[in-house]
């Protein structure tokens, strides 16, 4: 007998679904029936619905597509939300599937009955309920469709556990299957308006963002920047836009403390925005009185803000909008300058200064080998255990602002980290999602020991799964980030130390392999134990977090001097 579960199954099939994440629900027995007898969806069970939404999050922001986080009624559904809520400001595509108790209860108080869908509404791109078998297919084929359309983001899709049940009688029910859909391109004369102030303007800069590895046009950004002799600086989403070797690339701007990569926002006369979101570092930062000429380049025109408003919006396809601009910029080149001039001088004309200064930060510590590790050592022995393609997905606190700044991405999507919501709890299930979808490189979940534990019961997850990734967790015995604000603002920290198990003896208890760095110079050899290990690993790095302030106070002399 085939029924609405079976009918959502092959819709899940039909629309390429690869994964479906979840914890098993009372309210979702007969999906996951229908799903166990599909041989085109895997099924991974998580230790926590969080988990579930998280990997979900992660596979979209890696892969484009969506997958299905699932979890039943209830406790279930509200235990996605937080992960919802990532994928959708941090634009991941997603799918949420939530079990229900039957519709004959639904307009009466019931056991664990919640209107999820309300609650869902807000951090959610579309939502429903389904109560009828008929419109299954276009539900699903519309979930995924929203879900991955500019701004991609989550949607949700609520199942009482009655309809699942029910037998389809019309045996003509089937998927709808998903089209392909064409980006419009800007006007001629958008893309002239914008070449003209690219050639009139003398201290052009890049601000790159998410959208430019959402939408592949890292290669066309990195043409641009370098046939123009463009400096670019990323938000902490769109690392990777640009290889952080080149002398073109002022690595990430985002601080919150004043930060000197800013010193090349206030010299500049234009500001390209590519691909750039406003939930990703708010343009009053960058802008604050507004003054700024600016060119958006994006898949959707710009949001209002008085901050943020462009004098011309490129909307369309990022890649193809990129290498028009450069083909039309290219004659007059920037100020009047030819390509070969610009290179002939570019240690003033790409802010060498700034980038030097950077450099110098990640220099200062990179062979200190004071204990507790300093952050700046830490960053330095991870890049240098990592090849160019490996990935790092960063946690929330003080360690993604380290990464962020120090850091150097080399290729796009080798550096995930959360800074639309900002969730602590993602390292560890975004980095099961990462290596299942990129098997061929080396995967590292890099975390405080706060946001570690808030999801290291994924660590049996990842046990199970037999997937090769090393957590690396900075163990300051706090919650580091909010020390660090509160000793800024108020000159001591309150409500923010705890204690840790023994990180290595936690690892072992679920069959993994730990490892402590016991000095700076142990440091990069027990990485690349980890790192060999053929299963996951843990290791534990105690972190000196002194140096939080110190950067505070280097970063405010250097604002001081702009």
């Known amino acids: 007998m085939r029924t609405v579960a079976d009918l959502l199954v092959e819709c899940l099939a039909a629309e390429g679904c690869e994964y479906v994440f979840s914890v098993p629900g009372e309210e979702t027995l007969d999906v996951l029936e229908a799903l166990s007898r599909n041989e085109r969806i895997r099924h991974v069970t998580t230790r926590h619905e969080q988990g579930a939404a998280f990997m979900a999050d992660v596979h979209g ?20 939300l ?63 469709r929203v879900a991955t359309l500019e701004k991609p983001g989550p949607t949700h899709v609520e199942l009482p556990e009655n309809v699942a049940a029910a037998p389809i009688e019309d045996e003509a029910l089937r998927p709808i299957l998903p089209g392909r859909t064409y980006f419009p391109e800007p006007t001629e004369e958008a893309i002239g308006h914008a ?38 600086a990323e938000t902490f989403m769109g690392k990777g836009a640009m290889d952080d070797r080149s002398h073109l690339s002022l690595m990430a701007v985002g601080l919150q403390a004043r930060d000197h990569v800013l010193t090349g926002f206030d010299r500049a006369d234009l500001v390209i925005s590519v691909g750039y979101d406003l939930v990703e570092y708010a343009p009053a930062r960058w802008n604050p009185d507004g003054s700024k000429r600016i060119i958006h380049i994006d898949t959707q025109p710009a949001e209002v803000d ?35 001039e610009r290179h002939r001088s570019r240690e003033t004309l790409v802010h060498a200064d700034l980038r030097l200064e950077l450099l110098r930060d990640l220099a200062d510590g990179m062979e200190d080998d004071a204990f507790p590790i300093k952050p ?155 790192l060999e290990v053929d299963g996951p690993s843990v290791v534990d790095v105690p972190i000196d977090y002194a140096e939080n302030l110190r950067l505070t106070e280097h970063l405010g002399a250097l604002s001081g001097m702009a």
């Open 61 to 80: 922001r890696l892969t484009g597509r969506a997958a299905v986080a699932m979890a039943t009624l209830g406790p279930g559904a509200t235990n996605l």
């Open 82 to 144: 937080t992960g919802i809520a990532d994928a959708y400001l941090d634009r991941a595509p997603l799918v949420a599937i939530t079990g229900q108790a039957g519709s004959d209860k639904l307009h009466k108080e019931a056991h664990q009955v919640v209107d999820v869908v309300e609650m869902f509404r807000p951090v959610t791109k579309w939502n429903t309920r389904v109560e009828r078998a008929a419109v299954l297919p276009e539900v699903i084929r519309k979930a995924f």
């Open 195 to 232: 070449a003209r102030l690219i050639n009139e303007s003398e201290q052009p800069l890049v601000l790159a963002g998410n959208g430019v590895l959402r939408r592949r046009a890292s290669g066309a950004l990195r043409a641009l920047a370098k046939g123009l002799h463009l400096p670019v």
């Open 306 to 340: 008085v901050a943020y408003q462009p004098e011309v919006e490129l909307v369309g396809d990022i890649d193809g909008t990129l290498e028009r601009l450069l083909a039309a910029a290219l004659p007059g080149g920037v100020g009047g300058h030819d390509a070969s």
């Open 376 to 530: 700046q050592r830490a960053i330095h022995e991870l890049r240098r255990a990592l090849a160019p393609s490996d990935i790092v997905v960063s946690d929330v606190g003080a360690h993604k602002i380290w990464v962020a700044r120090l850091y150097q991405a080399y290729e796009p999507n080798t550096v995930i980290i959360s800074n639309g919501f900002a969730a602590m709890g993602i390292a560890l299930p975004g980095a099961i999602a990462a290596k299942l979808v990129r098997p061929g490189s080396r995967v590292v979940a890099l975390c405080g020991d706060g946001g570690f534990l808030m999801n290291s019961q994924e660590l049996e997850t990842a046990k199970r799964l037999g997937v090769a990734i090393t957590v690396v967790v900075w163990r300051d015995d706090g919650y580091g980030l909010i020390d660090w604000k509160q000793r800024n603002e108020f000159g001591r920290p309150f409500g923010v130390g705890f204690g840790n198990p023994d990180l290595v003896d936690y690892a072992r208890s679920f069959g993994l392999a730990g490892f402590r760095a016991e000095s700076a110079a142990n440091l990069y050899p027990t990485l690349m134990r980890a």
